[in-house]
């Protein structure tokens, strides 16, 4: 008897196994990936490290590079990445979607994610896919560019927590206002070592790209993946696809497997928001009624189907924006961008006063749109972190694409259920506000295209591809092997929830520098302290101190290579976000926990700590002794035997280097 879940890791399982089965929770596994993808902004580092690993050609079933993230070329920096992710694509036998076409979770969700298959992916939303039922995970770069050569990829078995669907949903709630119900109650650490796997009647009222929105913001729960069954709405998502051949039936075999259990009354829901500055603080979209509005996006991997752009045009038809509100849509892939300009829904939005831009993240990783200073700005996205939108005193709210419509319409927090039934979409065909009632919607013709996703010559094909390597494209850093022991000053202490957005953050003007890590270097902290860079060189490098849920968000590794780059050595934290305390293993950065989190009081910022016998203690598998203003302190390292090894030769790429021989 097994779950979704345990089907596919068991079938997937290339260590870790007890007697073939699999372990207990939280003990490590590793597990063979079907597909990979990478966008562009992690995807840069993650070739440069697919390169210094030398290896030959990708042995995965299917490898894609996605540019997506850096498409605002405000100089040649970005067009120079795309173009080495294109010729390294083509070298190493990598599908690449050319930028335009699409962001990367909306594309592989229409043309590639399927039922059963394994996916790691350089990005935090990965799991987009497992609303088409695949074993969908972010990751950092360099765990992605191991996969894409055939190599396992490691985590700790999950504890699977089944999420009871029932009902339907109620006319004008939608599924972004399922997952903040679910962030509501669990907040963004309440899935940290999870997989969330969804059951029940409920299911079927929902399609694949709403499936999609759910599993998407999973990972803002901190979440392994989330994942949905593959059902007969499944197979129609696929066949409107042209790939029903890749359709496969994936169910529980009991209910009763899931020993840990949510449920939600998906009738009972109603339109939600998540507040400034987290995804975590949610709240109903009523309580804020008639607060006023500065700026309005629908878009992003979270939300930005063909669904969710034809239920924002057919609020807005006929209709004109408030004028005080800066309304823009960005449709989360060409295929969606295509068909709804062939059936008007595109004009109609247009004529509503919308901004329209390119099929791309955008304003979700601030990468233009930000809005006027101390804004108010509502978006259908899955982060609302401070900042992120490029205005550092701007408050985000994330919503659903009809919540998002009402608002800009009526240029205040609106509950989209008070538009009624009489202003209940019209078009196309006959819509009456039902969550269940776009028959027409989801039965449209898909346009299906691929000719922006670019094949790979036949390896055998005798023209040689020459890696184009602009000059923004700079060297890794040197991994050396971690000191036998350490004393170093506390560069910065910081509270909870730190997410890789304060770490290194993002935006049009640092993206840029992604391939670029001295130049990235100087943006390390730069929103909570912008000494840090300096401070750093100057005291040679340094330790971090962390509280709770230290490194959430992204998938970025930059967070972990840049501050290498400064010299951080080791943080200590209370609690860790997944893929960040991975990343930071991967580049040698110790990442220890405080084993009495009270003790998190007894450091300061400025404090010298020692760690005498850190190297030794790692080694033995023993607590490690810190030493601070007198006091003794304890901290665990929560790797791995394996994993210390690899922090010990100080990453991931020597590692393996070495043992590869
Ligand atoms: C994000 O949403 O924060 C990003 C940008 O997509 C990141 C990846 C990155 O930083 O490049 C993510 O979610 O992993
Ligand atoms: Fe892109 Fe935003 Fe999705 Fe990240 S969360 S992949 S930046 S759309």
């Given at each position: 008897m097994a779950t979704i879940t345990e089907k596919i890791l068991s079938a997937h399982l290339a260590e870790g196994g007890v007697d073939g089965k699999l372990p207990a929770a939280g003990s490590e596994i590793a597990i063979r990936m079907d597909q990979t993808l990478t966008q562009d902004a992690t995807g840069t580092m993650a070739y440069l490290e697919w390169e210094a690993l030398g290896l030959p050609r990708v042995k995965t079933e299917l490898s894609v590079s996605y540019v997506d993230h850096?498409?605002?070329?405000?100089?040649f920096m970005n067009a120079d990445d795309h173009d080495y992710l294109r010729s390294v694509a083509a070298k190493y036998g990598i599908l690449f979607s050319r930028p335009g076409n699409g962001i990367c979770h909306q594309v592989h969700l229409e043309r590639f994610a399927r039922p059963g298959k394994t996916l790691l992916g350089s990005d935090s939303h990965t799991p987009t896919a497992g609303g088409a039922g695949s074993l969908a995970i972010g990751a950092g770069g360099l765990d992605v560019a191991l996969a894409m050569g055939g190599g396992r990829f490691y985590l700790n078995m999950p504890k699977i927590v089944g999420v009871k669907l029932t009902g339907e949903l109620q006319p004008w709630v939608s599924a972004k206002d399922v997952i903040l119900e679910l962030l509501k109650r669990l907040d963004v650490k309440g899935g940290v070592g999870k997989v969330f796997e969804y059951f029940g009647p409920g299911v079927r009222t929902l399609s694949v790209p709403e499936r999609a929105t759910i599993t998407n913001m999973g990972a803002e729960l901190g979440a392994t993946t989330s994942i949905f069954p593959s059902d007969n709405v499944t197979k129609k998502y696929l066949e409107s696809e042209g790939r029903a051949d890749q359709w496969a039936e994936l169910s529980p075999d009991s209910f009763s497997d899931y020993k840990e259990r949510i449920e939600i009354d998906l009738s009972t829901i109603e339109p939600m928001v998540a507040k400034p500055h987290s995804p975590g603080n949610v709240g109903k979209v009523s309580e804020l009624e008639g607060q006023k509005v500065n700026q309005v996006i629908i878009g992003s991997c979270t939300n930005s189907s063909y669904r969710d752009l034809m239920i924002a045009a057919a609020i807005v038809k006929g209709k004109t924006v408030h004028p005080e509100v800066s309304f823009a849509i960005l449709p989360g892939s060409r295929q969606v961008y295509e068909m709804i300009a062939k059936n008007g829904a595109l004009a109609d939005l247009i004529a509503s006063g919308a901004r329209i831009l390119e099929s791309a993240c955008g304003p979700c990783i601030?990468?233009?749109?930000?809005?006027?200073?101390?804004a108010v700005t509502v978006r259908t996205f899955n982060r609302n972190f401070e900042g992120r939108c490029g205005t550092a005193d701007a408050k985000a709210y994330l919503v659903s694409p009809e919540t998002a419509a009402a608002i800009a319409l009526s240029g205040v927090f609106t509950?989209?259920?008070?538009?009624?039934e009489s202003s209940a979409p019209k078009e196309p065909g006959n819509l009456s506000p039902k969550a269940t009632w776009f028959p027409k919607i989801r039965n449209a013709k898909t346009e299906v295209d691929d000719s922006m996703i670019i094949q790979p010559p036949d390896p055998d094909s005798p023209e040689p591809v020459e890696i184009i390597r602009g000059p923004n494209i700079r060297p890794l850093p040197e991994l050396k092997p971690l000191e036998a022991s350490l004393s170093k000053e506390v560069l910065l202490k910081v509270g909870d929830n730190v997410t890789t957005d304060h770490i290194m953050p993002a935006g049009a003007k640092i993206l840029p520098l992604r391939s670029n890590v001295p130049a990235i270097s100087e943006f390390v902290f730069s929103k909570l302290d912008p000494t840090f860079p300096k401070r750093a060189k100057e005291k040679g490098g340094g330790i971090v101190v962390g509280g709770e849920n230290y490194g959430q968000g992204s998938s970025r590794e930059h967070a972990a290579i840049a501050p290498l780059y400064l010299g951080v050595r080791a943080v200590i934290a209370k609690s860790w976000a997944r893929i960040h305390k991975d990343n930071l293993m991967n580049w040698g950065i110790v990442p220890l926990t405080f084993a009495n989190p009270a003790d998190y009081e007894k450091i300061s910022q400025g404090d010298m700590v020692e760690m005498p016998n850190l190297r030794e203690e790692l080694k033995a598998g023993k607590e490690v002794t810190l030493k601070a203003k007198g006091a003794e302190i304890k901290a665990k390292c929560e790797l791995t035997p394996r994993a210390i090894e690899i922090l010990l030769e100080g990453g991931l790429i020597p590692y393996t280097k070495k043992h590869a021989k």
């Open positions: 850096n498409t605002l070329q405000t100089d601030g990468m233009g749109l930000a809005p006027r200073s101390g509950d989209p259920r008070k538009l009624g």
